[in-house]
């Protein structure tokens, strides 16, 4: 490991570990990863170590500048003050309201009712339905939202913090079988963003820790 | 997302708390709530996000409802003492007299209703003696009395200061 390069622990199908090295990959921030096994050997994310490092469990968490920095929204914020070009946040204060708002809904409002630790809490057959209930009154609201909100992007034409988060969670939709039929913009913006190179070499199937099978 | 807060200002309405303060926080900049320098400004973050994305949604009212009834209790607990164990540690290396350092910032606006919250679902909160303090801290201060969901202009009659 070379000295001084930012380390990010990860796991390849974490929706909030996607949306940093999405980040990182925009800003041209080169890092090293640490896989965090979010199941395996009961969950790396118990271990003594993990658990000093982010007291949460939970993934991501940076290493850079000599801190460590967890919540995806806050490792986020941290390299656009620290690393601003190119921008994640617009310029002006109400398109970055919208940028956060947009960003809290999926990042506090859809991601953690589906997560696993709460999946595990929800008796077993009831937790597909649990996890499509959660993304379902997201994008029911989301898909709302970006009516006003929206150009090429989630919020006018420029790739934000919005879009990081957008990205990862229609992954997690597809992943627990949710119909996105209904929601034609979230969709557009999905696919639009998907071509971008930043969102392709982060792309769970593209990591480090992707299982064989996954690898694209 | 049919929640609150929401807040129209500026022509605009803003909802998700933190989208709406870090809106105030970039247009009426005095007094800050967050700090200037960039680690601290993401430990305020860090913090904020850990009771606002971590804690809270699991335990609100619409996600309860979700829950069997003899199970809810228990459920929101959970939730808040997953959330304090690990924000008492984060705040041994973050706090002075509130949660980040020694100026009141997003974190401590974040911190008070969720021990608010404890205390309705009758979380021990003994094993947490920093959250504890620094709420206590908190909660002398004036804007965090006028604003108590006990002085509010819908608070029911019984619960009213």
Request: hydrophobic share 40%; glycine share 4%.
């Amino acid at each position: 490991m070379q000295a001084g390069k930012p380390i990010l622990y990860s796991y390849f199908r974490s929706s909030c570990s996607w949306r940093v090295r999405i980040a990182l990959a925009l800003k041209g921030i080169d890092y090293e990863t640490v896989p965090i096994n979010l199941i395996k050997d009961g969950g790396q994310q118990f271990s003594k170590d993990f658990q000093a490092l982010n007291p949460m469990k939970q993934v991501p968490a940076l290493k850079i500048d000599g801190i460590t920095i967890h919540q995806s929204l806050a490792i986020i914020e941290y390299l656009e003050e620290t690393r601003p070009t190119p921008r994640l946040l617009p310029q002006d204060p109400k398109k970055r309201a919208s940028v956060r708002m947009i960003s809290d809904l999926i990042a506090g409002g859809i991601q953690p009712l589906q997560n696993l630790s709460v999946l595990k809490q929800v008796e077993e057959k009831f937790q597909l339905t649990w996890a499509q209930n959660a993304i379902i009154s997201g994008f029911n609201a989301l898909e709302q939202i970006l009516q006003s909100t929206a150009g090429t992007y989630c919020v006018g034409d420029e790739v934000t913090m919005a879009d990081l988060c957008l990205v990862p969670q229609v992954a997690n939709a597809e992943r627990f079988k949710v119909d996105c039929t209904p929601y034609p913009t979230i969709s557009s913006i999905n696919k639009r963003l998907l071509v971008l190179e930043a969102f392709q070499v982060t792309h769970p199937c593209r990591q480090p820790d992707t299982p064989t099978e996954l690898r694209a | 997302m049919k929640q609150v807060p929401a807040l129209k200002i500026d022509g605009i309405t803003i909802h998700q708390s933190l989208a709406i303060i870090e809106y105030l926080e970039e247009t009426r900049p005095t007094p800050r709530l967050l700090p200037q320098d960039p680690k601290k400004r993401a430990s305020v973050r860090m913090i904020s996000d850990l009771i606002a994305g971590g804690i809270q949604p699991l335990q609100n009212l619409s996600v309860l409802k979700q829950v069997e009834e003899k199970f809810q209790l228990t459920w929101a607990q959970n939730a808040i003492i997953s959330g304090f164990n690990a924000l008492e540690q984060i705040l041994q290396s973050t706090a002075g007299t509130y949660c980040v350092g020694d100026e009141v910032t997003m974190a401590d606006l974040c911190l008070v209703p969720q021990v608010a919250n404890a205390e309705r679902f009758k979380v021990d909160c003994t094993p947490y003696p920093t959250i504890s303090s620094i709420n206590k801290r908190l909660l002398v201060l004036e804007a965090f009395q006028v604003t108590h969901p006990c002085r509010q202009p819908d608070t029911p009659t019984e619960l009213r200061a």
